[in-house]
């Protein structure tokens, strides 16, 4: 597949998206379509984000220096009013996911101002 080949549209890569998401929506129901776009389409830059997910991601990155993934996914059609945030960091271990939901609404007090909602998933690295 060509790099961020869908960006650009092509019918092919388009169809290999649809059935990359049949295969995987049938064993992880939990995910997203979006979700399942960003997994597909792994090396998209920064610049493809909105920015809305820019300002969050930067945001994210900032509080939990101890990441390993951080993705930002705006689920609203792309006006802005709801994200979905996933996080993997060293700040979570130990902590129930309550504390570390708490810990994300935190980290984006003024952000999660201006938003109709978010979806946040959160782990501990291992």
Known sequence: MQENSLYRGDKSDSKMLRQFLRQSLGNQRRFTYVQMCRRFLSDTKAQDLTEGE???????????????????????????????????????????????????????????QQMHGMRINTKAPG
């Open 54 to 112: 820019q300002k969050l991601l930067e945001a994210l990155k900032k509080k939990f220096p101890g990441h390993t993934e951080v993705q930002v996914a705006d689920i609203s059609g792309g006006c802005g009013a709801m994200f979905e945030v996933s996080i993997e960091a060293e700040e979570f271990r130990g902590l129930k996911t309550v504390k570390q939901h708490m810990l994300v609404n935190q980290a984006l007090k003024e952000e999660i």
